[in-house]
């Protein structure tokens, strides 16, 4: 019997959320479900975002050095769950969910609780399987104040460990 990894344990007791981070890219607008996000400045405001390398979200967003980070609420898993993997997009919606552009040209969904417009100030962590970004915010917005987070400990998925 192969030994437990008492690491990978421990690193999906972390508190993770779910947000959906989205990007424009030359050919249209890209949707990608993450869980690394964190504040990482309270001045200047910047937050730090971790995205899977080779991942087409990961790649666009080191080169046009913008993306949006979107807040899941706890009751849109199906939300969440849309951007697991690539999907069809029109010139208003991905995967069935409708969005608008930003006065920063990023998408912004509809159905967002609450989101980040984010702009890649560096990029660390060189020698991992993910980017680490950390970015300063350019603008954010909340939909409904009172709405709970989707935390990925009330889903029946897990990523990371």
């Not at 607008?29 to 200047?44: G, H, L, Y």
């Not at 993997?85 to 969904?109: C, E, H, W």
């Amino acid at each position: 019997m192969a030994d437990r990894d008492i690491t990978k344990d421990v690193l999906r007791m972390f508190n993770y959320g779910l947000y959906v981070a989205t990007v424009q890219n030359f050919d249209g607008p890209r949707a990608a479900t993450i869980s690394w996000v964190t504040q990482a400045s309270f001045e200047p405001r910047l937050v730090a975002v971790g995205m899977r390398k080779g991942t087409a979200i990961c790649e666009i967003a080191r080169a046009n050095k913008r993306f949006s980070i979107q807040v899941v609420a706890a009751d849109q898993t199906d939300f969440a769950k849309a951007f697991f993997k690539v999907t069809q997009s029109g010139p208003d919606q991905i995967a069935g969910y409708r969005f608008s552009m930003t006065a920063n040209g990023l998408p912004l969904f509809d159905d967002a609780a609450a989101w980040l417009e984010c702009e890649v100030v560096e990029e660390a962590n060189a020698s991992g399987d993910h980017a680490l970004f950390i970015c300063s915010v350019l603008g954010s917005g909340v939909r409904e104040p009172a709405r709970a987070a989707l935390a990925l400990r009330d889903t029946p998925w897990h990523y990371g460990g």
